[in-house]
């Protein structure tokens, strides 16, 4: 079920001079600052590099490539990480003419090597041609089997942006940041020991109009720096990017067109249906052991009493088999990302044993027990039921087959939507909490429980993606019409 890999994301800032090598960008950055910075989820700090070529440009034209697929190769790195460096680089090219082949050998245009004292950072585009294929051109230095998809997709997509020729955004030829130019002077030289200069030469000087391409200025852009607001005088939304913006697609597309259908497009490594914009994927298949999946940043145990589920290895795939235990019994949560404000999609697999019974909750921080939102109970009896705000929606499923859960979380509308195997079970008011009307309208994790002793069940290809359904207003609480048993309101685990 599952043949393919995960992805993930992004990076940081600032420029070094031309002709810049890698041990003086070594000098540049505190490393040790910005690994313990990423693990804060902080945006570290991204070096662009510019080979031979001084006049560093923000999407410069000639830095351009002038082909399509890009031949890249790893220097290091587990199996868990490169292949979330694949899935997140591909993100590129859903929106452009512009492939990324994964190779052993050489030749290659990029090289990455993952040099934990070496920060993240990218030669430029074109430049990336006068490397020597001994050295790599892009380093990610806070990435481990420990990051969180979020951190992956941001970073990755960032470090491959500099790759295909992007650079960063707030030196946009037309940014109008109203700098504090003290305090960013301040700020830089104790975050990252940088002299006037190089704030002035990273962070104010803009790229020249008439040497570049550009869009209007995006401070959506994932290839833009995070910026305290206490660096900006008047408003200021503090930028921490963690996605392609709107404008960042658009503009790809414009550089790299794509085809009409004809150009070979980028295989998923993850398994999401191709029509998603999936935001995180998880199909177990990027983990070589157990030790690997325990210490996931996208699954975290309920409690350190409490187990994470058996990963197991068929020759068809990996799937998490969640099994009744009395010594440690699985209670686990998978972690996306906190999902709020827009349309998302979470899918998965979902198979329940003959006989057995299965048990998921929403979680609406990250951080369990915070505010549970609704619970949804899968019987040994082949009865199900849907409880939350002290109501219920009953279902029937079906056993020994893989079915197709999905969750639409609607925060335009306040809506989320429950269905199985494309049948619409009920959607409630994504506020509700499992016991009251009003609570936070967001999501934080999906927790999965052994919740009696016939609890047996296996999980596959999460699918997290925005879009969902955009118009609820004929589900609203649809088939929650009945109150439940008042006894059977409690939320379960306790
Ligand atoms: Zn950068």
């Avoid at 305090?183 to 830089?188: N, R």
């Avoid at 235990?325 to 949560?333: G, I, K, M, V, W």
């Amino acid at each position: 079920m599952k043949n393919k890999d995960a992805g993930f994301l992004f990076v940081l800032l600032i420029i070094t001079n031309w002709c810049c090598t890698k041990n003086q960008a070594d000098e540049l950055i505190t490393t040790d600052d910005l690994i313990e910075k990423a693990l804060d989820d902080e945006p570290g700090i991204c070096t662009e590099l510019f080979a031979k070529d001084h006049s560093r440009a923000f999407g410069q034209k000639n830095l351009f490539w002038a082909k399509h697929q890009l031949r890249v190769r790893f220097m290091g790195g587990s199996t868990y990480v490169q292949n979330k460096v694949k899935y997140f680089a591909s993100q590129w090219s859903q929106y452009a003419n512009i492939t990324f082949q994964f190779v052993d050998s050489e030749p290659s245009d990029i090289r990455i090597s993952f040099n934990s004292k070496d920060g993240s950072w990218s030669y430029i585009g074109a430049t990336n041609a006068y490397i020597a294929s001994d050295r790599a051109t892009m380093n990610f230095g806070w990435f481990s089997d420990q990051t969180s998809d979020t951190e992956f997709r941001r970073t990755t997509l960032h470090e491959f942006g500099h790759a295909v020729g992007l650079s960063h955004e707030h030196q946009h030829p037309e940014a109008s940041i109203n700098w504090n130019r003290e305090a960013v002077y301040t700020y830089y030289q104790n975050t990252q020991d940088w002299s006037r200069g190089e704030v002035d030469r990273n962070i104010f000087q803009k790229y020249s109009i008439s040497s570049t391409n550009y869009s209007d200025y995006d401070p959506q852009s994932v290839m833009h720096y995070y910026i305290p607001k206490s660096l900006v005088i008047g408003s200021w939304a503090p930028t921490s990017n963690t996605n392609l913006s709107a404008i960042d697609k658009q503009f790809i597309g414009k550089i790299y067109p794509l085809g009409n259908g004809t150009e070979p497009t980028e295989s998923k490594l993850c398994n999401c249906p191709e029509d998603l914009s999936v935001i995180a994927c998880e199909d177990y298949e990027s983990y070589e052991s157990q030790a690997g999946f325990n210490v996931s940043k996208n699954w975290k145990s309920w409690s350190s009493s409490a187990s994470l589920g058996e990963l197991q290895n068929y020759s068809w795939g990996k799937v998490l088999k969640i099994a009744h235990s009395p010594t440690a019994n699985p209670d686990l949560l998978y972690l996306p990302g906190v999902l709020e404000s827009g349309n998302y999609s979470i899918r998965w697999k979902m198979y329940v044993g003959e006989g057995s019974s299965a048990y998921f909750n929403i979680q609406k921080y990250e951080k369990p027990g915070q505010e549970y939102g609704a619970q949804f109970f899968f019987d040994n009896n082949k009865e199900g039921k849907v409880q939350a705000n002290n109501r219920q929606a009953n279902f029937t499923y079906s056993q020994d087959k893989w079915l197709n859960i999905q969750l639409d979380l609607n925060f335009v509308q306040d809506m989320i939507s429950f269905s199985v195997d494309g049948q619409n079970i009920a959607s409630w008011p994504a506020k509700w909490t499992a016991t009251s009307g009003s609570g936070i309208s967001q999501f934080g994790a999906i927790n999965f429980f052994a919740i009696d002793e016939q609890s047996k069940f296996w999980l596959d290809d999460f699918c997290v993606s925005t879009g969902g359904f955009q118009n609820l207003t004929s589900f609203a609480t649809s088939h929650f019409d009945q109150s439940a048993p008042s006894s059977n309101h409690s939320i379960v685990k306790q």
